[in-house]
């Protein structure tokens, strides 16, 4: 399995993903509120793994600038769907990977990824790519589900057998711990560690962490 793998199985559940209502609303709504919070309007923004477009055209409002990517181009072409029936000043959309982008070209103040880190191929890696993004103190703003973490059914029997069906999409495994220790050795340092769950026992972290 590669990237382009990855990039076809978001391509063909795209227009499934963007008709499927939010599992749990406030949980959503509080992750927007404490993003929004953290934001400056001088900023300039990056969203990894920004799916139809939801979050980016909630928050980039607010900020100088917004370049939401995503590595599905059928994403992509839903979330410019949105955005043409109510426009946002300094919001463009672009089917891109965080590695995609030269180190340092065009640094910036915050760079945001919500329910991704689990579905990056390499973590350490594109952590790294997430820091050179960043200019001097910037924030990474993630929320992320810690497979690790969650009913040993779920990773050990029903990710792997609705992977190989082609149902479930590649997912890294790891703890909530483990990823505080990547976040560290990238070079970032944690402000912040939240749940902002409302229903049920939930594993998506929300995290903090600014550019050391």
Not at 38 to 63: F, H, I, M, N, W
Not at 78 to 101: C, M, N, Q, Y
Request: net charge positive; with cysteine.
């Amino acid at each position: 399995m590669t990237m382009e793998n990855d990039a076809r199985f978001w391509d063909r559940s795209a227009r499934r993903y963007a008709a499927r209502p939010v599992a749990d609303q406030a949980e959503y709504e509080r992750t927007l509120e404490r993003t929004h919070a953290l934001l400056k309007p001088s900023d300039k923004v990056l969203e990894l793994g920004c799916g139809t477009g939801t979050t980016a055209l909630r928050l980039a409002g607010s900020v100088q600038s917004y370049l939401a990517t995503d590595i599905s181009a059928a994403m992509i072409a839903i979330a410019e769907e949105k955005h043409a029936a109510g426009p946002v000043a300094g919001l463009v959309f672009r089917a891109a990977t965080a590695e995609a982008f030269p180190p340092g070209a065009a640094p910036f103040s915050a760079v945001l990824g919500f329910n991704y880190l689990h579905l990056v191929r390499d973590l350490p890696g594109t952590l790294r790519c997430v820091h050179a993004l960043l200019a001097p103190q910037g924030l990474f703003i993630s929320k992320t589900p810690c497979v690790g973490d969650m009913n040993p059914l779920i990773r050990l029997a029903v990710l792997p057998a609705m992977r190989a069906i082609g149902k479930a999409p590649y997912a890294g495994v790891f703890r909530a711990a483990e990823l505080s220790q990547l976040l560290s050795a990238a070079g970032f340092d944690i402000v912040a560690t939240e749940c902002h769950a409302t229903k049920g026992n939930d594993n998506r972290l929300y995290i903090v962490a600014r550019k050391g």
